[in-house]
């Protein structure tokens, strides 16, 4: 699977956009770009995944950029509850779609 | 629906002890499973998968098994404890593209 390199922190003032940067420049053509939070002593929480185009749901956003290099998640209005840890994973169909996490971005959202 | 439940969810264990962590699911067949641990401060580290019943592969060579001994069961255990197991303990499972992650088992080793 591809390695992602994501900022280790981040902080974004309550109500406002939080857009989390992800680098993913060796994912291959049949990799997803997965995202996942995870708030302190509890199991990440999958948000959203995209293979080409730009996704939403009732979470967040998901903008790849055209050569899929790279992705943002947008939380469109950030609360103090989305404080947590995200990570930006690649993973492709096989090998049992195995997730390898990184460090993710500590995302503070303050009031 | 779909649903993971892992137990217990707290453990406290002297070292050189057993383990045994259970992982079920419900609302699937046939599931993708895998177990997870997570280091106090530490990332999430890829332990063990399995696509069926009796597969197991394992990521991370250590003093931990798993076992799949029904379809929707997957069991992480330890024939001694080392205080390096120590950390937080998830299950996994894939629907479709999408992976789903159990509450969760802290495991203190003393």
């Known amino acids: 699977d591809a390695k992602t390199t994501q900022p280790p922190s981040m902080d974004c003032a309550e109500g406002r956009a939080a857009n989390l940067p992800c680098n993913h420049s060796?994912?291959?053509?049949?990799?997803?770009v997965y995202w996942y939070r995870q708030i302190h002593s509890q199991g990440p929480q999958y948000i959203i995944h995209g293979l080409k185009n730009n996704e939403t749901n009732e979470m967040a956003s998901l903008i790849i950029t055209e050569d899929r290099k790279s992705s943002t998640l947008i939380l469109p209005h950030a609360t103090l509850r989305d404080t947590a840890v995200y990570y930006c994973i690649a993973v492709g169909n096989n090998a049992g779609n195995m997730l390898t996490f990184g460090g993710g971005t500590r995302l503070m959202v303050k009031p | 629906s779909q649903t993971i439940h892992q137990w217990p969810a707290t453990l406290v264990q002297p070292v050189g002890s057993p383990l045994s962590l259970e992982c079920t699911v419900e609302g699937t067949s046939n599931p993708n499973l895998y177990w997870y641990r997570q280091a106090a401060g530490r990332g999430l580290q890829l332990l063990f998968y399995?696509?069926?019943?009796?597969?197991i592969s394992s990521e991370v060579p250590q003093n931990l098994s798993a076992s799949r001994p029904q379809d929707r069961q997957f069991i992480l255990s330890s024939k001694k404890l080392l205080l390096s197991d120590s950390g937080f303990y998830l299950c996994?499972?894939?629907?479709?593209?999408?992976?789903?992650f159990g509450p969760g088992t802290r495991l203190t080793v003393t």
């Open positions: 399995s696509v069926g019943i009796g597969q």
């Open positions: 060796t994912i291959s053509g049949n990799e997803y």
């Open positions: 996994a499972w894939v629907v479709g593209v999408e992976q789903y």
